[in-house]
C-alpha cells in the first residue's frame, strides 16, 4: 500500500482495517466496565455508596462526633466501628487502634477544611469534606503500626498533619474494649 | 499565509515565558521536598510556589498555546486573514492584566489555595478574579475562532472544513464549556465569600462543580498536541493522513465524552452517591476511545511516511524513518509517554482501583507524565515547526533541537517513574517536606530524589528551549513560504454534514453534561446544612 494508490480498493481496504481496530477498542473499552460493574456488585468493592450531612459547627456538641464518642467501639455483633474527625492539622484520635481479622467501619468527617484519610500500605483512602460523612469499610489482616497521613492540601500545616493505625491482637483487642468505652492508641 | 504573526508570537512567547518561570518554581520544589534540600523554616512559602506553579501551568501556560496556535491555524488552514484582530489583542492584555492581578496575591502569600481552589479555603479575592480573567480573555479567543469558521463558510458553502481547523474549533467550543464548572464555583462560591458577602460555603458542592472542569481541561490542554499529531506530523515527515474520517471522529468524540466524566476525582469523596461514580467511571473508560483510534491512525500515517522513503518489513519500516527530524523525535517520545501515561490514567479512573493511589504522589506523577511529558513536548514541536513562520528566520541547529527532546524526555521518564512509585508506597502529594528519618518513610528517600534530579533535567531542557526560540529570533533569514498542514491519503472532495459541523456535537456534549452532573448538582444544592464556615488563608 502506498499514497500513490488512490484508486477504490485501497479506500476500502484502508476503512476495513480501521474498522477492525475501532471494534477492538470498543471490545476493550466495555469489558473493562463490565468487569468493574461485576466487582461492584458481585464483591462490593466501590467507593462510598451513600450521601450522609453532618453540621461540622456542631460537630463537639452533640452527635456521633462528640469527643467523648470518638475512637474504637466493639460493636455487638463482634464488628468493630471507628470514629474519628480531622481538623488543622491532626486527626481525633491522632493514633486509632483496631483489632485485626475483623470488619471495621471508619466513620469520619472534618471539622474545618477539606482533609483526606490514607492509610499507608492499605487502599484505605478517602477524603473527608465538612459537612458530609465519610465511611470506608476495612479489614486486616496483620497486625502492626500503619502511617495515616492527611492526603489533600488542607493549608500550611499541611505537611505535619500525620497519624497512625495500630491494628492488634484480635483477642487482646476485645479484652481492652471490656474495660473502657472509646478505645484509642495516643499517647501509647 | 500568516498576517497577525505578532499576535502568535506574542502568545507564545507570553506562554513559554511564564512557562520557564512555573518551572523554575517546580525544580525548587522537587528539591525542597527530597532529602537533598533542607527543611523549609516556612512550609507556607512550599505551598504559595505551588499555588503559582499550578496555577500558570494548569490556566495560563496552555490557554495561550492554545490560542497562539488556534490563530495561527485560522489564518494559515483557512487561507483567510484574522477576522477580529483586535478583539484578539483585548482577550491577550486580558490575559496578561489577570495573570498579574492573580500572581500579586500568590506572591505575597495571600491566596495559598493551590489552583484547585477547594474551599472552605478562602485566599484573596483578587486572585480568584484575576483567573477569571484569564478565563474571560480566552472566551474571546473562543468567539474568535467561531466567527473566523463561520466567514469561511459563507465564503466555501460545503466545503470540507479543514481538519486543523475543524479540531481547532472544536477544543475551543470544549474549552468554553468545561471552563463553566470552575466559573460557577469561582462566581457563586467563592468569590461571594472572598469579598466578605457570605461567611459559609458547600465545599462538597464546590468540588464537584471544580471536576466539571478539572477533567474536560485536560482535553483541552490535549487538543494543541492532537492537532499537531495529525495536522503536522505526517506533512513534517514527508507521509500522508491515514485517515481524515477518523481523524473528525477522535475530535468530536472528545468533544462530546470529555466532558461528563469529571467524577472520577471524587471517587473518595462522600458526597457523591455511588450510581454517579460508576456512570463518570464508564465514560471515562469511554474517553480512551478516541485515543485509540489517533493512536492506529497516527501509526498507519508514519508507516506510510517510512514506506515511501523505501522501508520495507512487519516493523523494519521503522528504520526508514527520519529520526534526525525534531518532529518525528517529538511524536514517538510524545507517545511512549502517552502509553505510559494513558495505562496509568485508566488505573486512576478504575471504579475500584483508585482507592490505591487517590491523591498519593501517583497521581501528581501521572499528570506531570500526560501533561508535561505527552502534551508539552508536543507544544515544544509545534514551537519549532511555526517559529520560522512567524519570525521569517530558519534554525541553523537542529542537533541542539533533538538534544533538547531528548532532555526533556529523559528529565520527565526520571521525574515521574519514581514518582508513581512512592504513590503506591503511600506518599501523599502537596506536602511541604517529608521526615525521610521515620523508618517508615525512609524507603522513598532513594525514589524522591531521582524525581528531584529528573526535575533538574526538566528545568535544563526548558531553558534550553527558551535559548533556542530567542536564537531562532535573530538567526539568517529564510523564506518560509505558506504554513501548510497534512494531507490525508484520500483527500476528502466532501465531507458528511456531521463531520463538518460543531453543532450537533456541541448539544450533545451540553445534553449529557446535564444528565451526568444536573442531578448531583441540584441535590446539593438543595441540601440544607451543608455549608461550613470560610476559612481564610493569610489571615493570620
Excluded at chain 2, 503536522?232 to 507521509?239: Q, T
Excluded at chain 2, 454517579?276 to 485515543?291: E, I, M, N, R
Aim: charged share 10%; with cysteine.
Amino acid at each position: 500500500m502506498s499514497a500513490q494508490d488512490t484508486g477504490h480498493q485501497g479506500a476500502e481496504i484502508a476503512r476495513r482495517t480501521e474498522r477492525r481496530w475501532a471494534t477492538l477498542s470498543v471490545i476493550i473499552i466495555v469489558a473493562m466496565a463490565v468487569i468493574a460493574a461485576i466487582a461492584g456488585i458481585h464483591r462490593a468493592t466501590m467507593p462510598q455508596a451513600r450521601v450522609e450531612t453532618t453540621d461540622p459547627s456542631r460537630l463537639h456538641l452533640s452527635g456521633e462526633f462528640v469527643e467523648s464518642n470518638l475512637g474504637s467501639v466493639l460493636e455487638s455483633n463482634g464488628a468493630v466501628t471507628v470514629r474519628a474527625i480531622g481538623q488543622q492539622y491532626s486527626f481525633t484520635p491522632a493514633c486509632l487502634l483496631v483489632p485485626a481479622e475483623t470488619p471495621i467501619t471508619l466513620r469520619a468527617t472534618s471539622a474545618d477544611v477539606v482533609h483526606g484519610i490514607l492509610i499507608q500500605g492499605t487502599n484505605i483512602n478517602t477524603m473527608l469534606v465538612p459537612g458530609y460523612v465519610s465511611e470506608q469499610l476495612m479489614r486486616f489482616e496483620r497486625t502492626g503500626d500503619y502511617l495515616m497521613p492527611c492526603q489533600e492540601f488542607c493549608s500550611f500545616g499541611h505537611e505535619g498533619m500525620w497519624g497512625k493505625v495500630r491494628v492488634i491482637d484480635k483477642a487482646k483487642f476485645a479484652e481492652l474494649a471490656k474495660s473502657s468505652g472509646r478505645l484509642s492508641c495516643v499517647g501509647q | 499565509m500568516l498576517a497577525n504573526r505578532k499576535l502568535v508570537l506574542a502568545h507564545f512567547w507570553l506562554a513559554f515565558a511564564v512557562f520557564g518561570v512555573a518551572l523554575t518554581l517546580g525544580a525548587w520544589q522537587m528539591f525542597i521536598r527530597s532529602p537533598l534540600g533542607t527543611w523549609l523554616s516556612n512550609p507556607e512559602l512550599y505551598y504559595r510556589s505551588l499555588t503559582a506553579h499550578g496555577t500558570v501551568m494548569g490556566y495560563v501556560f496552555p490557554t495561550l498555546v492554545a490560542m497562539g496556535f488556534g490563530y495561527a491555524i485560522s489564518e494559515s488552514a483557512l487561507e483567510q486573514r484574522l477576522v477580529g484582530v483586535r478583539w484578539a489583542w483585548a482577550g491577550f492584555w486580558l490575559i496578561v492584566g489577570g495573570s498579574i492581578m492573580a500572581m500579586i496575591p500568590v506572591a505575597l502569600g495571600r491566596a495559598s489555595v493551590l489552583y484547585t481552589f477547594y474551599p472552605p479555603l478562602i485566599g484573596s479575592p483578587f486572585y480568584y478574579v484575576g483567573v477569571v480573567l484569564v478565563v474571560v480573555g480566552s472566551w474571546i479567543w473562543v468567539a474568535l475562532m467561531s466567527i473566523n469558521l463561520r466567514v469561511w463558510k459563507g465564503a466555501n458553502p460545503g466545503k470540507p472544513v479543514p481538519l486543523a481547523m475543524f479540531a481547532n474549533v472544536a477544543g475551543s467550543y470544549l474549552w468554553a464549556w468545561t471552563a463553566v464548572g470552575a466559573a460557577l464555583e469561582l462566581l457563586l462560591q467563592i468569590i461571594p465569600v472572598a469579598v466578605g458577602l457570605k461567611a459559609t460555603i458547600d465545599a462538597g458542592l464546590a468540588r464537584v462543580f471544580f471536576s466539571w472542569t478539572l477533567h474536560a481541561i485536560v482535553y483541552f490542554w490535549l487538543v494543541p498536541t492532537y492537532i499537531a499529531y495529525y495536522a503536522i506530523v505526517p506533512r513534517a515527515i514527508g507521509g500522508r493522513v491515514y485517515s481524515d474520517t477518523m481523524a473528525r471522529i477522535a475530535f468530536i468524540l472528545f468533544l462530546v465524552v470529555a466532558m461528563p466524566i469529571g467524577m472520577h476525582h471524587t471517587f473518595g469523596d462522600p458526597q457523591v452517591g455511588a450510581g454517579f461514580k460508576f456512570v463518570h467511571s464508564a465514560f471515562t473508560a469511554l474517553v480512551a476511545l478516541p485515543t485509540l483510534l489517533t493512536v492506529f491512525t497516527i501509526c498507519a500515517s508514519v508507516e506510510i511516511a517510512a514506506r515511501l522513503r523505501g522501508g520495507h518489513g512487519l516493523f523494519g519500516w521503522m528504520r526508514a524513518l527520519p529520526w534526525d527530524n525534531p518532529m518525528m523525535l517529538a511524536l514517538a517520545f510524545s507517545f511512549v509517554m502517552l502509553g505510559f501515561g494513558g495505562a496509568g490514567g485508566l488505573i486512576n479512573m478504575s471504579y475500584q482501583l483508585d482507592s490505591s493511589i487517590h491523591n498519593t504522589q501517583w497521581i501528581t506523577g501521572h499528570f506531570h507524565l500526560i501533561f508535561g511529558g505527552a502534551i508539552v513536548i508536543m507544544y515544544f514541536a509545534i514551537a519549532y515547526d511555526l517559529w520560522p513562520h512567524l519570525t521569517g528566520r530558519e534554525f541553523v541547529d537542529l542537533r541542539l533541537i533533538r538534544t533538547q527532546l531528548w532532555l526533556w524526555f529523559i528529565g520527565m521518564i526520571i521525574t515521574t517513574f519514581p514518582w508513581h512509585w512512592v504513590g503506591i508506597l503511600g506518599m501523599p502529594r502537596r506536602m511541604a517536606y517529608f521526615d525521610f528519618a521515620d523508618p517508615a518513610i525512609a524507603p522513598q528517600a532513594l525514589s524522591v530524589t531521582f524525581s528531584a534530579i529528573g526535575g533538574f533535567t526538566l528545568l535544563t531542557s526548558g531553558i534550553l528551549f527558551l535559548v533556542i526560540l530567542a536564537r531562532g529570533m535573530r538567526s539568517p533569514a529564510v523564506e518560509a513560504g505558506a504554513y501548510r498542514f497534512s494531507l490525508a491519503v484520500h483527500q476528502p472532495a466532501t465531507v458528511p454534514l456531521a463531520l463538518n459541523t460543531h453543532a450537533l456535537w456541541v448539544a450533545l456534549m451540553i445534553g449529557l453534561t446535564i444528565t451526568n452532573y444536573g442531578y448531583p448538582i441540584l441535590t446539593l444544592a438543595l441540601t440544607e446544612g451543608t455549608s461550613v464556615p470560610a476559612v481564610y488563608v493569610g489571615a493570620q
